[in-house]
Structure formats: structure tokens, C-alpha cells
T-cell receptor, first 108, second 117 residues
Framework: KNEVEQSPQNLTAQEGEFITINCSYS?????LHWLQQHPGGGIVSLFM???GKKKHGRLIATINIQEKHSSLHITASHPRDSAVYIC??????????FGQGTRLTINP | EAGVAQSPRYKIIEKRQSVAFWCNPI?????LYWYQQILGQGPKLLIQ????????DSQLPKDRFSAERLKGVDSTLKIQPAKLEDSAVYLC???????????????FGPGTRLLVL
């Protein structure tokens, strides 16, 4: 079983829709990242959180440490939000373990 | 602030050839990472440097892959000889330091897309 599972793997939605991407993990963690990867490979760190909720613009990330679950929400989605969204957590102090990613496509 | 620089952006080689990738991290960042990302998968850590020392290279295929960061700044990753399954995006990332509790933010470069024919 993979240590981190993301769902859905692919998501297509219309502009303006509310988007939710889920991340479940099987080990105890201290912090979790949400990352955005655009075509061409560049990765941008969106959030790093260890509890509760963080908000940045139209992006909201939540984490429930006890339930080993995190969600990334996008409000009022836009075609420029189309990207692969990856959750990752620290395994111990040294290694960042990545999920397989969720490919999001927002159609105008 | 300049980001993480990588070159080349794209490389096409034939199997059994050699290839090298270069990474220049953000100025002042002590920790440098090389990741391999195969299409449809999340990145996999190949090697982590703290200054010019190796912290973790447990997933580096050492029979064909090598990496160095001689002066603790920029780094090169080499594959010799390349195999078809090495086709992937090779991402370099850097962070300011290394938090023993985990959670240090990593900044990623644009990646080098390698195709082995």
C-alpha cells in the first residue's frame, strides 16, 4: 500500500466550480506540503501545514492529523488553475514523500 | 530573488550514452535535492546534499548515477550509461537549511526533461 494516496487522480471541471482534492496518508507526520506543478515541470510550493487550515487567495488547505487526511480546495476555479497538484509529507526529518498527483483541468 | 536554475531544459540521448545535468540553487541555500519524476508519478528523491556532504542517497542507482556538489553551491547529476527507463524529468530543489523536525520549504527548479531512445 502506498504511504500517500491522492484522489481523484484526474479532475475536469468548469470555470467557477469549487474544487476539492484529497490526500490520505498512512504514517504519522509532522508537516504536509501541497505543491502545484505546471506543464513543463516547474513545481511551486503552495502550503506547508501541520494543523488546522491555511488560506492563500482562492486556495484553502486543511489537515486533520488524527484522521491522517488533508484537503486542498480551490474556490472560483479558473483555467489558469489547471495543473497537477501534489501532496507530500516528511518521512522522518530527511525525506519528502510525494503522492502521485491530481491532474486538474479547468475548462473555460 | 533568483530561483533554482537548471540546465539543460531538454535532452534527448540514445541508450548507453552519458548525460549530465546542472543545478544552481538559490543563493545561501545549504540543502540541495535531486529528484526523478517519471511520467504520471510524484517525484522520487535521488540524493540530498547538506552543503557539500551527502545526507541521503539511498534511492540513487549508484551503478549508473552519480552526483556531486564539490563547493557546496551548484551541483551536477550524471547518468552513465543511460537506460530507456531513465526517461523522466529530473528536478533540482533547494532549501535554506535542514530542519531536524522536518518541514523545511523546498524551492524547485524548472526541471530537465530527459528522453532516452
Amino acid at each position: 500500500k502506498n504511504e500517500v494516496e491522492q484522489s481523484p487522480q484526474n479532475l475536469t471541471a468548469q470555470e467557477g466550480e469549487f474544487i476539492t482534492i484529497n490526500c490520505s496518508y498512512s504514517v504519522g507526520i509532522s508537516a504536509l506540503h501541497w505543491l502545484q506543478q505546471h506543464p513543463g515541470g516547474g513545481i511551486v510550493s503552495l502550503f506547508m501545514l501541520s494543523s488546522g487550515k491555511k488560506k492563500h487567495g482562492r486556495l484553502i488547505a486543511t489537515i486533520n492529523i488524527q484522521e491522517k487526511h488533508s484537503s486542498l480546495h480551490i474556490t472560483a476555479s479558473h483555467p489558469r488553475d489547471s495543473a497537477v497538484y501534489i501532496c507530500a509529507f516528511w518521512e522522518g526529518a530527511q525525506k519528502l514523500v510525494f503522492g502521485q498527483g491530481t491532474r486538474l483541468t479547468i475548462n473555460p | 530573488e533568483a530561483g533554482v536554475a537548471q540546465s539543460p531544459r531538454y535532452k534527448i540521448i540514445e541508450k548507453r550514452q552519458s548525460v549530465a545535468f546542472w543545478c544552481n540553487p538559490i543563493s545561501g541555500h545549504a540543502t540541495l535535492y535531486w529528484y526523478q519524476q517519471i511520467l504520471g508519478q510524484g517525484p522520487k528523491l535521488l540524493i540530498q546534499f547538506q552543503n557539500n556532504g551527502v545526507v541521503d542517497d539511498s534511492q540513487l542507482p549508484k551503478d549508473r548515477f552519480s552526483a556531486e556538489r564539490l563547493k557546496g553551491v551548484d551541483s551536477t547529476l550524471k547518468i552513465q550509461p543511460a537506460k530507456l527507463e531513465d526517461s523522466a524529468v529530473y528536478l533540482c530543489a533547494s532549501s535554506l537549511g535542514w530542519d531536524p523536525g522536518g518541514g523545511e520549504t523546498q524551492y524547485f527548479g524548472p526541471g530537465t526533461r530527459l528522453l532516452v531512445l
